[in-house]
């Protein structure tokens, strides 16, 4: 109930190329989506959020596909750099103040 | 602070030695989160303080660890007679998160604390 399932482990992608992980959760009750970046040595950062009631988000390059229904969100990277080259983990938790469960992270390296 | 602040940041110990990770949360922030992270894995959620609710301690892998919450602020992780096993990047994250309010919980982290157990 309390997981989230992410894939691929590790994820390597031409310059110009398109990125995309992808994410799973079971517990219906989840109700906020983020993915969050992590860089060698720093902690993750929030990159962008989705809640349920929207279908995509859209920030720059970086894109959330929400699919409700079938429990599962994806980031896709438009025109990955090399500088994109990072962990990306997905996330989900619900509102009451609950914790936040992490999905096991994705390894992208942007060939230049 | 200006963010998360978490000392040490590396430290190397001896198996069986006892250690204490700290957390210094933003100021402000009602929640406060350890996750722990082993070379090339995930996070894995240790135990989550929010507010003066009882703290979720769910995720603690054994009776070694605990962790405690001083005035509604600094955090100390400890893990008793350390194993090899518990060589990690232990990380800190607090938010502004409200029981019962939805919204945003965005976490923020620190840059961990890496320890080492020989």
């Known amino acids: 109930q309390q997981q989230v399932k992410q894939s691929p482990q590790s994820l390597i992608v031409q310059k110009g190329g398109i990125s995309i992980i992808n994410c799973a959760y079971e517990n219906t009750a989840f109700d906020y989506f983020p993915w969050y970046q992590q860089f060698p040595g720093k902690g993750p950062a929030l990159l962008i959020a989705i809640r349920p009631d929207v279908s995509e988000k859209k920030e720059g390059r970086f894109t959330i596909s929400f699919n409700k229904s079938a429990k599962q969100f994806s980031l896709h990277i438009m025109d990955s750099q090399p500088g994109d080259s990072a962990t990306y983990f997905c996330?989900?938790?619900?509102?009451?103040?609950?914790?936040?469960?992490f999905g096991a992270g994705t390894r992208l390296f942007v060939k230049a | 602070g200006a963010g998360v602040s978490q000392s040490p940041s590396n430290k190397v110990t001896e198996k069986g030695k006892d250690v204490e990770l700290r957390c210094d949360p933003i100021?402000?922030?009602?929640?406060l989160y350890w996750y722990r992270q082993s070379l090339g894995q995930g996070l894995e959620f240790l135990i989550y303080f929010q507010g003066n609710s009882a703290p979720d301690k769910s995720g603690l892998p054994s009776d070694r660890f605990s962790a405690e919450r001083t005035g509604g602020s600094v955090s100390t992780l400890t893990i008793q007679r350390t194993q090899q096993e518990d060589s990690a990047v232990y990380l800190c994250a607090s938010s502004f998160w409200r029981q019962g309010v939805s919204g945003a919980n965005v976490l923020t982290f620190g840059a961990g604390s890496r320890l080492t157990v020989l």
């Open positions: 100021s402000g922030h009602t929640a």
């Open positions: 996330a989900a938790s619900r509102a009451g103040g609950f914790k936040t469960i």
